[in-house]
């Protein structure tokens, strides 16, 4: 579900492909840096959202939910091991307002950060649905940030969404008792 998006992203950004093309121009045409914009893209900041999910897996630790807890910390110790060399590998260059910054935007860190740390929050304290809408239109404010700010280009944050979103379905699944279950040996 998540790989298709970030396949294509990966491909149309490496290969300078015609979606590459419209995503700079959208890019260009949403810079308008405010104060509104600031807020949501740094909202992203590891500082702020890593935090979030602390207190997320510190709640489950006290519930006794420890494998939902571990996943959660070990999506969010994934992003930058997986982050990191996906960047380095792909080398986009960043937007006109990161002009001499290391030519390393692809996934966007900071989306990817946010997206994890707030959604498996809410995966770990949350039963209802309603809790992730909210944090998935949460992250929408963020990746707008990114690209408003001219931090990052359009395809940036939804590969890092894509990224997420993997991460993110793997928590969801041992939080629904998926993985890691003993197994009943069947009667009989």
Avoid: I
Avoid at 98 to 106: D, K
Avoid at 120 to 140: F, G, Q, T
């Amino acid at each position: 579900m998540f790989l298709v998006p970030l396949v294509v992203t990966t491909w149309q950004v490496a290969a300078h492909g015609p979606l590459r093309a419209l995503d700079e121009r959208l890019g260009r045409a949403a810079y308008a840096p405010s104060g509104a914009a600031h807020f949501f893209a740094d909202l992203g900041n590891a500082s702020v959202a890593v935090p979030v999910l602390a207190v997320a897996v510190g709640f489950a630790l006290w519930r006794r939910q420890w494998r939902t807890a571990a996943a959660g910390a070990l999506a969010m110790a994934a992003v930058p091991a997986v982050v990191v060399p996906f960047k380095a590998l792909v080398g986009r260059v960043g937007p006109p307002a990161m002009a001499g910054a290391p030519h390393e935007f692809f996934p966007s860190g900071h989306a990817a950060t946010a997206a994890v740390a707030y959604g498996a929050a809410a995966l770990l304290l949350c039963r209802r649905r309603v809790w992730l809408w909210a944090v998935a239109l949460l992250n929408v404010a963020v990746g707008f940030g990114l690209v408003r700010c001219g931090y990052h280009w359009p395809l940036d944050v939804v590969g890092a969404w894509a990224l997420s979103g993997a991460l993110l379905m793997c928590v969801a699944r041992v939080r629904a008792g998926g993985w890691f279950v003993p197994t009943r040996p069947s009667p009989g």
